[in-house]
Structures are given as C-alpha cells and as structure tokens.
C-alpha cells in the first residue's frame, strides 16, 4: 500500500508543487526525486518501511533457521557448523538489529539495515558451502535466490540497495560456487546461471514496484498538496468576506450573520443585546480638506479606537458602510452600551485627529447612538437597527460629537456629550 503523503508544513505546498508537476510529468527512471521531494518521500514512508522492514525480519529469521533441520540431512560433514553459524551469530545479529529497528533507532538507515541482513544470511550460506565437500553443498545456492527475491520481491527494498546486494552477493558466490569440490562444472555453471537469472528477474520486479510506488505517492502528495492549497485560499476568501479590507473590523456581511446569531440567542435566553451606530462628524469636508487617501487613514485610525475601546471577546466591531461603524454588544443592557459608547466617543477625542474643517471641533468627532434592551422589546433585529439609527440621527441633529440612546417610547431621548 502506497504511504499516504501528508503536507509537510516545513515545506508549504506552493514550494513542493512545481517540483512535483515537474517530476510526475518528466521521468524519475533513475528512482530519485529532487532533494525536497525526495526528502519528502522518505519522511512520510519512513514509519511504513520502519514497520514492513522488522516484520518482514522476523519472518525471515524464522524461515533461515527451519533449514536447521536439513542442515544434518543436506551437509552431514559440516552440519555442526552450519547450526553454529546460523544459532550464534546471524540469528543474535539479526535480532538485535531488528530490535534496534522496532526501537526507531535505525530509521534514517532502514535500507541499509535490510541490505545488512539480506548479505548476512547469503554470506552465511556462502560460507557454510565453502566449508563443505559435500556434493549437496551445490545446492545453498537456492537459499541465495530465496533470499534474494524475500529482500527484493517481498521486503521490497530500495532498488540501488538490491542491486548493490546482488554484486556484493555475486562477488562472494561466483568463486565459491565455482571452486565447490563435490561438484560437477556442468552443473556450477548451471547454479551460476540460474542464481544470476533470478537476480535480473528480481531486480527488474523490485525496479518496477519501486518506480510505481513512486509515482503513485506522487499523485497522491499531488491531491493532498491541492487539496490543502485550496482549504488556504478558501480559508484567506473567507476572510475577505469576513474582514473589512480598510479598517480590519469585522465586514457588513459578518455584521448581518451575527447579529442574526445573537438576536436568535438573546431571544431564546431572553437576554438583552445593543446596537451602537457610530458616524464620522463631518467627513465629506475631512475628506475634501485633507483628500481621500488621509480620510483612508483617518478611517483606519477610528477603526482602532472602537477596537480598542471594546473590552469583552464578544463585542463586535464592524464597519456598516462609508465612515459608519457599529458595535454589535452581546448579553449587554442599554445602560451598559452607554458606558462603552461613551468610552468610544471619549477615546477619539484623546486621539485628538485634526480637523481644520469641522464646525464642530478642531479635532475628528463621533456621533454614537444606542439601542438595546430584550429582544422582545423591538420584535425583529431589523427594528433594533432602525432603533439605533434613529438615536444616531439625533445625536447628529442635536450637535453632533454626542451620544444618544434611544428611549423604547420613540420619543423621550437621553442624550449626552
Ligand atoms: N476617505 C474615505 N471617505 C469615505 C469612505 N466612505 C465614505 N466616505 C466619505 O464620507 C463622507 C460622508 O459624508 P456625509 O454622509 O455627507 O456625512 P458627513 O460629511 O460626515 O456629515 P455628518 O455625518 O452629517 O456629520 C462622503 O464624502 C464619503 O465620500 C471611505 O472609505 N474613505
């Protein structure tokens, strides 16, 4: 089962993409990616093999030693030996690398501890038909093959390790298989013949499964490193629709989701909620006295002055249109609202923004008006916003840089400076 790929967050997705295209389009023939992507590749199969690698270990010690019990029937001249060699040295060698293994200890060398153990029951074998004059010794040369194909074919070891196996193992069987004493040259050639034919046949199917698990884990890095683009580029539109671009408070759109939210709420758990609608005094002469580039910078200022001059995580800041504001106050009396209105209108003052043009200060003022109570008491959300307007309206038409709160009577206004 090819490893499933995971988005790296060391390496972003954008970084690794190209590479990827570039690779999966192209041809890897000689089973290695680019260093990112190859680094990549062995991180994520890295658990899986580590896993595979022992597993497939230990059943390849178990099988070496079933062959104690033909040992004495095959190579009765050397059968003690042979016992020695596979009991007290590759069977402890293998455990303990296996064990190394299980423990994480060898994972960035896996390969090479499949390779090690590979080469330790062939170079066993090898050396226990040297010691032999028996005719039978000829034929350990099919525990070589079995060996050969478990690592290439089963273990499925990287393919640069297998062939380098299979020189190394050649290198040691060819003159020990040719200088077998008990052993017709017919048939020496024969064993040679057939051990290297099943070392190609080996090798061009681990070549092969290596080269489609390579291609199939690139095509899924491929849809994990699509997939996880897009969740970056819904989650960065989804907070453009959510933010506004100029002053970073929350969008009209938000604003309208959650009032909803909090209106349903404050209804069900029959809790008060206000509204505060704030406007600019005078901004079409800020705007015409200073330009519109500063009344952006103006805008951006009074941003952060509602911003900050709100204290509880669920208040919510948001720019309702042009140079109005409102601040949407969850669980919170109209009394209250006074007091954070107030706060706000205070707090632009001492942020004292010149305003040569303002009939009414030297300096950039607010008028604020607030609405709130239950629920109940305005019937629908709509109806709490026209409150607040309306309380709005009448601070800009008693004087402006003033607050209102409008009076459920509709009529009877406490206004304030
Ligand atoms: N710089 C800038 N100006 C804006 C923006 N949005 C709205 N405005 C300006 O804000 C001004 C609002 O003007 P009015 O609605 O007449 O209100 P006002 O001049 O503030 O007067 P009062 O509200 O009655 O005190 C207009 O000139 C708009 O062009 C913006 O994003 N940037």
Not at 34 to 44: G, I, Q, S, V
Not at 365 to 377: N, R, Y
């Amino acid at each position: 089962m090819p490893a499933k790929p995971t988005a790296n967050p060391a390496t972003p997705p954008t970084a690794l993409l190209p590479a990827l295209e570039a690779t999966l389009h192209g041809k890897f023939t000689h089973l290695r990616f680019a260093p990112p992507l190859e680094a990549h590749y062995l991180t994520d199969t890295a658990p899986a093999r580590s896993r595979r690698y022992v597993l497939l270990g230990l059943i390849a010690a178990v099988l070496f030693n079933i062959f104690n019990f033909t040992d004495q029937l095959m190579l009765p001249d050397v059968y003690q030996l042979a016992w020695m060699i596979r009991l007290t040295v590759v069977t402890p060698l293998m455990l303990v690398m296996l064990a190394l293994g299980r423990l994480g200890k060898l994972d960035p060398y896996l390969d090479a501890m499949a390779m090690t153990l590979g080469l330790l029951c062939c170079i066993s074998l090898v050396f226990i038909m040297n010691m032999s004059s028996h005719a039978n010794a000829i034929h350990y040369v099919k525990g070589l093959m079995l060996t050969f194909m478990y690592v290439s074919i089963v273990v499925r070891m990287h393919f640069w390790y297998t062939l380098a196996s299979a020189i190394l193992i050649m290198a040691a069987a060819g003159p020990t298989i040719m200088s077998l004493a008990g052993s017709a040259i017919e048939l020496k050639i024969n064993s040679l013949v057939e051990l290297t034919a099943t070392m190609v046949i080996s090798l061009m199917a681990n070549y092969q499964m290596e080269f489609e698990a390579r291609r199939e884990y690139l095509r899924n890095l491929r849809e994990t490193l699509r997939t996880s683009a897009l969740a970056a580029e819904n989650a960065a539109l989804s907070k453009i629709a959510t933010l506004d671009a100029l002053t970073g408070l929350a969008s009209r759109r938000q604003f309208d989701t959650q009032l909803q939210l909090i209106w349903q709420q404050a209804e069900q758990l029959n809790r008060p909620m206000s509204l505060i609608f704030i406007d600019v005094d005078h901004f079409k002469r800020f705007n015409d006295h200073y330009g519109h580039p500063e009344g952006d910078r103006c805008l951006m200022q009074i941003g952060e002055v509602i911003r900050s001059s709100l204290q509880r995580h669920t208040d919510l800041a948001a720019r309702y249109g042009g140079e109005e504001f409102v601040v949407l106050l969850k669980e919170c009396a109209p009394e209250d609202a006074l007091i954070v209105a107030r706060r706000i209108r205070q707090a632009m003052q001492n942020r004292a923004i010149p305003h040569a043009d303002s009939p009414t200060a030297q300096i950039v003022t607010l008028s604020l008006g607030i609405a709130g109570g239950m629920p109940s008491e305005f019937n629908t959300a709509a109806t709490l916003i026209e409150a607040a307007d309306d309380a709005l309206y009448q601070a800009k038409s008693h004087g402006r840089n003033r607050v209102v709160t409008f009076n459920k009577a509709h009529l009877k206004q406490n206004i304030t400076g």
